[in-house]
């Protein structure tokens, strides 16, 4: 999607808020002893509350309104009967439909008590992704984003799930520019244009590389396996720098 109107940027703030406020209060309330689905149906009730629509069960018909992943595993993860435990690495992606509008996000945490290794993980996973956002400017390279996540990450030693991409999203949630990468591809010519939305959601690891089905038709697992944190927001492009849609 491109934004052409007011009305356009407002309409997909709105959308931008309840999804990264869903987000917000789902995190907050994992605990130790809570099944996946228990969390997911909180969700489902926030978003039904604010007359939103669960955007991977109307787009592609995912058992669940939100995708919760734990530990091994890293994305898409199906709410269940699996039990939050405490120390677990969590990740949780919402997105959402309202007035034809789709919004995207998506943070990983760890339910107390917390590794070291794994609070540094997550610290490190917000700062790639903020990396890739600095890099965002109409005009700009779009490649530049994965080129600025691949330097951080190899700063400090991290590995990049490089089969798990950003996207457009807007008007659905999966959209032009398609497989925006979040490593750097020097074969991706493609120009930043005003007014262009899309995520940038890297999936930064201590030793993954590349996500492997798990067998259910949905969930992804690092390959080879390693904790992994993915963090999500989505955006539009403007001369000025982004503008980020899923701030609570």
Not at 32 to 54: F, H, I, N, Q, V
Not at 67 to 86: K, T, W
Not at 161 to 187: F, M, Q, Y
Request: charged share 25%; aromatic share 6%; with cysteine.
């Amino acid at each position: 999607m491109t934004v052409t109107t007011e009305d356009e940027l407002e309409g997909l703030k709105a959308i931008g808020r309840i999804v990264a406020q869903v987000l917000a209060a789902m995190s907050a309330a994992a605990e130790p002893g809570m099944t996946t689905r228990e969390l997911d149906d909180m969700g489902r009730a926030l978003l039904d509350k604010e007359g939103a629509r669960s955007a991977p069960e109307i787009s592609y018909k995912f058992p669940g309104a939100t995708c919760i992943s734990i530990n091994e595993e890293i994305a898409h993860g199906i709410p269940g009967d699996r039990v939050i435990r405490a120390g677990d690495l969590v990740n949780i992606d919402v997105s959402a439909e309202k007035d034809g509008l789709f919004g995207d996000t998506g943070a990983s945490f760890v339910v107390p008590p917390v590794r070291p290794d794994l609070a540094r993980l997550c610290r490190d996973g917000k700062r790639a992704m903020w990396e890739g956002i600095r890099a965002v400017k109409s005009g700009g390279r779009l490649n530049a984003i994965g080129e600025r996540i691949e330097r951080f990450a190899d700063k400090g030693g991290y590995t990049l799930i490089r089969n798990l991409s950003s996207h457009g999203v807007g008007r659905s949630l999966h959209e032009e520019p398609e497989g925006i990468s979040t490593w750097a591809d020097p074969s991706d010519r493609r120009v930043i244009k005003e007014g262009q939305v899309f995520t940038i959601e890297p999936f930064l690891s201590m030793g993954g590389d590349f996500a492997a089905e798990a067998g259910d038709g949905w969930t992804l697992l690092a390959d080879p396996s390693a904790p992994t944190v993915q963090y999500e927001h989505s955006l539009v492009a403007t001369k000025n720098g982004p503008v980020i849609l899923t701030l609570a």
